[in-house]
């Protein structure tokens, strides 16, 4: 054992045995996550593994200051350490990734996503309304004028990725609230390929004429050209805000250059800093200079207090993907899920897109007679952990699905390659082919219910012991 795996060693046993001192049922969970985490299969494209450092930056007393404004410019005393910390995260993610403005404040990636909204909505609407309306003061407005300039704001349009053609909900989802502020349309894929037809896209865009087009995706298994996106938003005068909370590993990994990266492309991009990414969980913004006082508003505008002890977290985890070791990181997620798609394919499993040029593989499981929920079920039970996801023109719809969804961000920490995601894809068809769908009480299919043949799941964890053995998670972390 080296002398920072003791120390890591001794700091968790350590803070688990000060926790336990409080409520021990907290620790003891605590310590049953880490064991099964380390006892199965991680394979949900959104989740990740991040270092004991970015970790053990998160247990500090950041926690307990209270820090809303920006840097410089609080609405608490006493808060220059938390300035330290948010100028080195946003430092970082400028540096890291090319971007004129980086706003390290918010909490999630649906709260960045919401900044980014709002932050257009003042900067494209509520700015120009103030200005006509002869005041640049919003507490010099009359009733009158707050109603009329909430009509304004609240009856703009967005256009985005549609949920089962790999958009996330908060891209017009209606259910989400990006789907009740906005007049929302969306644009997918084509059905026969499941690629996205910019053409398509333009067309839409100049019938229907955003105030935002939204591009990026959640479980989209290829690349964007966000060129082509920016020209069709020039073309509508639209803002085109690019979500890349799921490939921003791969971006900053220098896997996606040129039209592929999205920050020389859009005018705002939003991310969260895990996934990929492999930092806390947590949100970021990235702007340019036009964009970056509307943005720099997040807090109180959406946000609350800053979580300073995430946001030093992001710091530690930006400065990691800065090494040239992360870029290496991020060409092996691409490889590796090139090799998961390739084993599914030699075994007959049908793929959206027929493949991934990026870290997501997208299984429809109907060609096993099941749903995304039974396969997803009956994975867990085997050890693999998946999500259900929608295909296109998904007939199961948005709960049970006829997908799961598959990534390679956190087996690539462990150190799995191209030989193991081939055995992971024939262990996974295995749990497939081995289920069958249950029925109802009337007797009818059943969208839920599974059976799974005797001695599946004890034969694929065996399988997948040997190989998580040969790449241990966090070696040299041992716990008293």
């Known amino acids: 054992m080296s002398d920072l795996d003791a120390l890591t060693s001794s700091a968790y046993s350590q803070a688990l045995e000060v926790i336990a001192s409080v409520e021990p049922r907290i620790a003891a969970a605590t310590r049953q996550e880490l064991a099964d985490q380390r006892g199965s299969l991680k394979l949900i494209a959104s989740e990740n593994y991040a270092s004991p450092a970015v970790l053990l930056t998160m247990g500090t007393w950041f926690s307990d200051k209270y820090a809303e404004g920006t840097v410089g410019h609080r609405f608490y005393a006493g808060c220059q350490n938390v300035d330290t910390v948010e100028t080195l995260a946003a430092e970082h993610a400028r540096e890291l990734f090319g971007a004129e403005y980086a706003y390290a404040q918010p909490h999630s990636g649906i709260d960045a996503n919401l900044v980014a909204f709002w932050s257009i909505l003042a900067h494209r609407v509520e700015g120009p309304w103030l200005e006509k309306a002869g005041s640049k003061n919003v507490n010099e407005l009359t009733d009158a004028d707050w ?83 920016r020209e069709i938003a020039d073309e509508v005068g639209a803002t085109l805000m690019v979500d ?12 996606f250059t040129g039209d592929e990266d999205p920050v020389p492309h859009a005018h705002v991009v939003t991310t969260t800093t895990h996934k990929s990414l492999r930092g806390p969980r947590g949100g970021m913004v990235l702007a340019t200079k036009e964009y970056a006082p509307s943005v720099d508003r997040g807090c109180p505008m959406v946000l609350g207090g800053p979580l300073s002890h995430v946001m030093a977290a992001k710091a530690v985890a930006l400065a990691e993907a800065r090494q040239p070791a992360f870029q290496t990181y991020a060409q092996a997620v691409a490889d590796n899920a090139q090799s998961l798609a390739e084993g599914f394919k030699s075994r007959g499993a049908k793929l959206v897109t027929d493949g991934t040029d990026n870290h997501i593989v997208l299984l429809d499981v109907s060609s096993f007679g099941l749903t995304g929920r039974q396969a997803e079920s009956a994975l867990l039970d085997a050890g693999v952990v998946t999500n259900r996801n929608s295909v296109p023109s998904d007939p199961n719809g948005a709960w049970y699905t006829s997908g799961v969804r598959l990534g390679t961000p956190a087996l690539t920490t462990r150190g799995f390659g191209h030989d193991e995601f081939d055995n992971v894809a024939e262990l996974i068809v295995q749990v497939l082919q081995n289920t069958e769908a249950g029925t109802t009480k009337a007797g009818g299919p059943s969208k839920a219910s599974y059976t799974l043949a005797e001695g599946v799941a004890d034969k694929i964890k065996d399988a997948s012991a040997e190989m998580l053995d040969k790449h241990p998670l966090y070696p040299g972390l041992e716990l008293s």
């Open 147 to 229: 109603e009329s300039l909430r009509k304004e704001l609240g009856n703009q349009r967005l256009l985005g990725m549609s949920l089962d053609a790999g958009g996330h909900l908060t891209h017009g989802f209606r259910p989400n609230i990006s789907g009740k502020m906005f007049h929302q349309q969306q644009y997918g894929t084509d059905p026969e390929t499941g690629l996205l037809d910019y053409d398509v896209v333009r067309a839409k865009a100049k019938e229907f004429k955003p105030l935002i087009l939204v591009a990026g995706y959640s479980a989209y298994p290829r690349r964007v050209n966000f060129a082509k996106m």
């Open 244 to 255: 890349m909370a799921h490939f921003a590993g791969l971006v900053a990994g220098k896997v």
